[in-house]
């Protein structure tokens, strides 16, 4: 199911000057920021990149205060270190980004605004930045997921396009290792899994009754790698 509610960014993509995934990463990381969230836990795998590299988090972080300029480009920097953590890289492998343009910094503003009121209109949101612990998998040893809400599991994706079914592998997934994990009870009222995108303002979703339990099966012993007699399916 797809639905249109939120405005689209106000400048074409071609006219930003950072790095498209960047800006995905930011923009999740100040919704979450500015919904609540504290900006040492919206932000803290990049703080975990700068420390890694031996570099103070606070220059950035003391920068950040709402949604002007200044707040999104030192967001922006703090967010490409993030690189360091999941990707493993060294300081000689990390790019420190340029100063965002006008249209990259209004394109954010839009998405996060809006992000934050798809957030209030689908909510409450229970969780951000949510990990499954006790659900990995010698097959699957990471990965996390966006917003947990009353009844919903939540990924943002900012993209030009729509969800791929890649996507939707990735938020089922998701959910399957939240119910396996030792936090399962936070997953027990989940009835739909969906994506937002604020780069297209639509929301996608699918209640998880509809899917088959094959379906469901499959990809917990097939993908995820959990053994049958462990399968919730």
Not at 108 to 131: H, N, W
Not at 165 to 177: A, E, F, I, P, V
Request: with cysteine; net charge negative; charged share 20%.
């Amino acid at each position: 199911m797809e639905s249109d509610l939120y405005e689209r960014p106000r400048y074409p993509q071609e006219d930003e000057n950072i790095n498209a995934g960047l800006i995905g990463i930011t923009t999740d990381y100040l919704t979450r920021y500015l919904f609540g969230t504290p900006i040492e836990v919206a932000f803290s795998v990049s703080i975990e990149g700068m420390r890694r590299l031996g570099k103070s988090p606070l220059s950035l972080l003391n920068k950040i205060n709402g949604l002007d300029n200044k707040s999104i480009s030192a967001a922006i920097k703090l967010a490409s270190y993030d690189c360091v953590v999941r990707n493993d890289i060294t300081a000689a492998m990390h790019h420190v980004p340029e100063k965002a343009n006008q249209s990259t910094c209004e394109n954010i503003r839009t998405m996060v605004t809006t992000s934050r009121d798809f957030l209030f209109a689908y909510g409450p949101v229970i969780e951000s930045g949510i990990g499954f612990p006790g659900g990995y998998t010698d097959v699957v040893t990471s990965g996390d997921g966006d917003y947990l809400t009353a009844n919903g599991l939540w990924d943002m994706k900012v993209s030009k396009r729509a969800p791929t079914k890649d996507h939707t592998l990735q938020l089922l997934m998701y959910w399957l290792m939240g119910s396996h994990s030792s936090l399962n009870y936070k997953y027990a009222n989940v009835e739909k899994l969906g994506i937002y995108n604020p780069r297209l303002g639509s929301v996608f979703s699918v209640e998880i009754d509809s899917l088959s339990k094959e379906t469901l099966y499959q990809v917990e012993v097939d993908v995820i790698g959990y053994k049958e007699k462990d399968a919730l399916f």
